[in-house]
C-alpha cells in the first residue's frame, strides 16, 4: 500500500477540472437534448460527485492540514 498526501490546492484543483468538463458537456445542449443524452447526463452526474467528494475532504482538510489518502 502507498501513501500520498493532497493539500487543499490539489483538491480545489480537481474541482476546478469537474466544473470545466461540466461546462464542456453542456455547451451544445438545451435541456430536452440533455435529457436525451444519458451518457452525457452521467458524465455531468459524475462530475458533480467529484466536486461533492472533494469539497468535503478540503473543509476536513482545514482543522487538519493534511489527508491521508491510501492508495491501492
Not at 490539489?10 to 437534448?33: C, G, N, P, T, W
Request: no cysteine; aromatic share 8%.
Amino acid at each position: 500500500m502507498k501513501s500520498s498526501y493532497r493539500s487543499n490546492l490539489h483538491f480545489l484543483e480537481d474541482i476546478q477540472l469537474a466544473m470545466s468538463r461540466i461546462s464542456e458537456y453542456l455547451v451544445s445542449y438545451d435541456l430536452k437534448e440533455f435529457k436525451k443524452d444519458h451518457k452525457t447526463v452521467d458524465a455531468v452526474i459524475r462530475n458533480f460527485e467529484i466536486i461533492s467528494e472533494a469539497s468535503i475532504i478540503q473543509k476536513s482538510n482545514r482543522t487538519n492540514k493534511k489527508i491521508k489518502l491510501t492508495i491501492l
